[in-house]
């Protein structure tokens, strides 16, 4: 039978969720144990075996499919959630994308769970500071290097200045700044949240081969 379990099992491999194809293979009391965790962020195995009614080893073995899928991680108890959106990255590594983070357009995300995920700039941070458990999110003005509150800051949208990812998202501690750097480098001006559904627009065009 093709399912998670079998697939690790035989392969002995670790999957990158970010293919939620192996979505699909997990079994159905698996998946809703991910959903169960996905609402309260950490399960302990007696509590698996509770809310399952499944022996403790029945518990274990589902535990050790999510956490070996990438899923989950190993709390001391039992299982908790990774950093979003599903995978860990190594020291240095944009959290979403997996490219290098640099200090210049760093965007650090804190998570309320006491966790904190880097990206590599901007563009990477606005597509994952919408998600319910980020607590706060600061990142680097790109003219001064100082961090700012991302609430505070303005954001340069589609600029022909890319140093990381496409389209371009520079952060300014302020709008002011931002506007002069737009009359010299196009873009558009925009708040958290006017950037963010900007940046998603210009990716949309991108992926429908327009702009
Ligand atoms: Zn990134
Ligand atoms: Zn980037």
Redesign the pocket.
Known sequence: MINLENIIRVYHVKFDTSQSLFMGLLSDRQQQLLDWLHTRRLVSITEIQEHFSVSSATAYRDARVLIQAGFAIKASEGLKLPLPPGRLRQEGQ??????M?NERTVFQIQFEDGSQGN???S???LLAVDRPDVASALASDFLYGRMVNVRQAAFLVGSRVNL??DPSVLCFANEVDAASFQSGFGGQVCSLEQAIVQLQALMRLKASGGG
């Open positions: 944009c959290f979403y994308c997996g490219g983070t990206a590599c700039c563009h990477c941070g990381c990812c």
